[in-house]
């Protein structure tokens, strides 16, 4: 396996930020002109150092355990543990315990920023045709509730790595609410209960009617209290015994019965769990504007989503602001581009050369933003610097993602994604939560017509490509300024670059800027919150060739801060959580 990258230190980003700068001083001088733009944010270089106590969730139960271990003294790391733990019990359809997730981290003391990399892997018996039957590929629902759709999980595993390194209090200590609210019970939230009231799919097998239906009969609702004592037993078991206690014992046997349990049993083992590691692999960061961005390298498409940024800066027409039909279409237009290449080449980079640097190469960035005006339809990928054209590419990418951000009060930061993949994973339960169904997220067909393999084709070992793009924004000195994500399986790249578009340069506030409508671009058609586009916007767009149709990826649900300051000269978190969902975000 390729060694791990290292962090990315603050004299390289410094270094990529002021290059960057000059050429876009210089490049800024004769654009635009005639044109009607929004007015970006003011450059970020602050007097006082970004500190918490801060968390944005999608449960305030949540929340509350985060800012608890911070009232305690503890690190960002440390919060997140405990954030992590709440969200699987409270929050069971998008994330948990047997799923998997990305970490962007700052280091306050070391200016440093790393990605953890806890992504599902194959078992050691997977093989290219996992998903196949009688010589055709499953359908994927089949695909998603059978035993095959489960990797080794990887989120514990993660928060224990990050945590060794950066956590400030015991381990043990962490898991105190969650343990808590699984045994006392916790009030089912609505959209939970919406989640639960499903009529087929995940929600409807044995082990999830088992869970959510009252010992005298009928579904949990909205507002009724769901005891899981099972969970706070793992919880226990897992603070008392670290994340050994996960992936070897009772936890484990419990996981693999439940695999290998049929229809359709998948082929993971106690020893696929115990070999389970996971990886710290750097950060990728990227200059835009004024600021930088980082995100996580691949199996992570975070590489797609600063390519979607290097294009925009090249495109005059996404300065006009949310107003302007002409910077959604843009927008729209260079996602496709975006999606074509990502679709194409991202993957595991331990099975496949990831052309990360071709596709940011500003050479390639630059031809591929002026085919933008003249698309028309679906996108091609194109041919970035040491890429080597796999097979077309046939994942699906369903619902079932939390993301969420904590600052300590040292300025230490956690941006993590996190995902059980589809809406409660596979269905299957175990010891207490959920198994995921990452799986699903390879390619079913692993072959293209001549023969050859699609990059995110099924492997042993191989952690699947992914959409979870956690982000971490520092201003021009290296410094941590903010950081945002979202869930919306595909559509986390459209997400994550609106937001930030709207934010960094249209000078928009975290809340105002995830409430923008969503417009995704992905092959041929136009996904988006038709309700939230202006009746005049809507016709300046179709009268730009941009239908929109109702999105039908999962919606987006962005936490996140920007550090800024205030009319009154005093700096402050300007923080939000997306309206979409039932999240948080709050300060101390």
């Known amino acids: 396996m390729r060694p791990a990258s290292p962090p990315a230190s603050r004299a390289l ?125 499953l359908a994927f629902a089949d695909a998603v509730l059978s035993g095959r759709s489960t990797g080794a999980p990887g989120a514990v595993a993660l928060l224990a790595m990050a945590q060794a390194e950066h956590g400030a209090l015991p381990w043990r200590d962490l898991f105190g609410d969650a343990e808590r609210l699984a045994r006392d019970g916790f009030v089912v939230s609505p959209r939970l209960a919406g989640f639960i009231a499903a009529t087929r799919g995940q929600a409807r097998t044995r082990w999830a009617d088992a869970y959510f239906t009252k010992a005298g009969g009928g579904r949990y609702a909205a507002g009724d209290v769901l005891r899981n004592p099972a969970y706070a037993d793992t919880v226990a078991e897992i ?57 996580p390298p691949p199996p992570s498409s975070g590489v797609a989503l600063l390519q979607l940024l290097a294009m925009a800066e090249a495109t005059p027409d996404i300065r006009d602001g949310p107003g302007s039909a002409d910077a959604w279409t843009a927008f729209a237009q260079l996602q496709r581009l975006m999606y074509a290449d990502r679709d194409r080449y991202v993957a595991d980079p331990a099975f496949t050369g990831v052309p990360v640097q071709g596709l940011l190469d500003p050479n390639y960035v630059a031809a591929r933003a002026a085919q933008a005006p003249t698309l028309v339809g679906a ?78 084709a099924v492997a042993a070992g191989k952690r699947p490509r992914s959409s979870m793009s956690p982000v971490i924004i520092l201003d021009r000195r290296g410094r941590f300024v903010g950081a945002l994500g979202s869930p919306g399986g595909p559509s986390i790249l459209a997400y994550n670059a ?19 409508p969503n417009l995704v671009a992905r092959g041929d058609g136009f996904g988006a919150d038709t309700d939230r586009f202006s009746a005049p916007l809507r016709e300046g767009l ?30 402050a978190w300007d923080g939000a959580a997306d309206d979409r969902r039932e999240g948080v975000a709050r300060v101390e």
């Not at 006082?48 to 929340?63: C, M, Q, S, T």
């Not at 796999?390 to 939390?402: F, M, Q, V, Y």
């Open 379 to 456: 996108a091609q990928p194109g041919f970035p610097p040491g890429g080597v054209f796999a097979g077309p590419d046939r994942t699906r990418e369903p619902a079932g993602t939390s993301h969420f951000v904590v600052v300590d009060a040292a300025g230490n930061a956690v941006s993590m994604t996190t995902t059980v993949e589809s809406v409660f994973g596979s269905g299957r339960m175990a010891a207490g939560f959920f198994l995921n169904n990452q799986l699903t997220d390879f390619s079913f067909e692993p072959l293209r017509p001549d023969g050859g393999p699609a990059a995110n």
């Open 239 to 295: 603070a008392a015994g670290g994340a050994d206690a996960f992936y070897r014992g009772r936890i484990a046997r419990e996981i693999v019965a439940t695999v290998q349990a049929g229809p359709r049993p998948g082929a993971l083992t106690e020893a696929d769990l115990a070999g389970y590691r996971p990886l710290e692999r750097g950060a990728l960061c990227r200059p835009y504007r004024i600021h930088v961005v980082c995100v």
């Open 13 to 137: 980003i410094a270094l990529a930020a002021s290059a960057f700068l000059t050429l876009t001083g210089c490049a800024g001088a004769g654009g635009g002109a005639g044109q009607a733009t929004a007015t970006p944010a003011a450059p970020v270089a602050a007097a006082a150092p970004a500190r918490g106590p801060f968390v944005a969730a999608a449960n305030p139960l949540a929340v509350e355990a985060g800012m608890k271990v911070l009232r305690e003294g503890g690190s960002a790391v440390d919060a997140a543990v405990a954030v992590q733990a709440v969200l699987g019990l409270v929050e069971p359809q998008s994330s948990g315990l047997g799923g998997g997730a990305f970490m962007m981290h700052y280091d306050a003391a070391t200016e440093a920023v790393t990605s953890y990399d806890g992504r599902e892997t194959a078992p050691a018996a997977a093989t290219a045709e996992l998903f196949y039957e009688d010589g055709e590929p």
């Open 542 to 571: 179709a009268a730009r060739g941009i239908a929109l149709e109702p999105n039908a990826s999962e919606n987006s649900g962005l936490h996140g801060a920007i550090w800024r300051q205030r009319p009154d000269g005093a700096w």
């Open 498 to 516: 609106k937001a930030l578009i709207a934010v960094l340069d249209w000078g928009m506030s975290m809340e105002d800027a995830f409430a923008l």
